[in-house]
């Protein structure tokens, strides 16, 4: 089955700083993987995808993801935090349908 | 914003009723799904539909069922809520091969009493 991992249910950065938000998959065959951001009472929003091509996938609002196949991971990067960045962080990988599995979600706190 | 949209967004509810969550969507999109997302935010596929008259049971067990006449439509019914479906629950629809990506309704926020 595919699967991702979210280790970190919390991540804390001062704003400003590089952000870094973990995933790992494990799938058979080509991953389909995606990052997701989550607003307090809102649906989720597609951040960025890696399908094919460049290991490095860049995103919505200056996030950017890096595809790693030798260490199976997905870290979601963003080189400056800003304080509108908290949210929730869901990586994702498409299964054997069309549906997408999800990681348990990371909380990202940017402090002022 | 996607052009997909849920109603209501919040429904408190006591045990025992009949309840139908709305999802429509205006993208022409064939495949269109329902995640539950618990209150410790991990996300579980519970329905999906790859398009009219094609209905699939998720990973995670729901006594909820899915209906889709109209390629714009995708409503959840609870026959007989009880407050073990206390619970978000997020619509989706994707786009076509190559793309892959899904677009999320609001949600609603359902509480049975």
């Known amino acids: 089955a595919q699967s991702v991992a979210q280790p970190e249910d919390q991540v804390n950065v001062a704003e400003g700083n590089p952000l870094t938000v973990k995933c790992t998959y494990s799938v058979s065959g080509n991953p389909y993987l995606f990052w997701y951001v989550q607003y307090p009472n809102r649906g989720l929003q597609f951040l960025l995808k890696y399908i094919t091509g460049d290991n490095l996938v860049k995103g919505s609002y200056g996030f950017e993801a890096e595809f790693n196949k030798s260490q199976t991971s997905f870290h979601l990067k963003k080189p400056s935090a800003l304080v509108s960045d908290s949210a929730l962080y869901f990586c994702a990988v498409r299964d054997s349908g069309y549906a997408l599995n999800f990681g348990k979600g990371t909380s990202l706190l940017v402090t002022p | 914003e996607a052009d997909i949209y849920q109603t209501p967004r919040y429904l408190v509810i006591g045990t025992g009723k009949k309840i139908t969550l709305e999802c429509s969507q205006t993208?022409?999109?064939?495949?269109m799904y329902w995640y539950q997302q618990d209150p410790g935010m991990e996300l579980h596929l519970i329905h999906y539909s790859y398009g009219v008259n094609s209905t699939e049971k998720g990973d995670l067990s729901s006594e909820s069922t899915v209906s889709r006449i109209r390629t714009e439509h995708f409503p959840l019914t609870l026959e007989s809520a009880r407050p073990s479906h206390t619970s978000q629950y997020l619509c989706?629809?994707?786009?076509?091969?190559?793309?892959?990506?899904?677009?999320f309704g609001p949600g609603t926020r359902l509480t049975v009493t």
């Open positions: 989706a629809s994707s786009d076509p091969i190559p793309s892959h990506e899904q677009y």
């Open positions: 993208m022409g999109h064939d495949k």
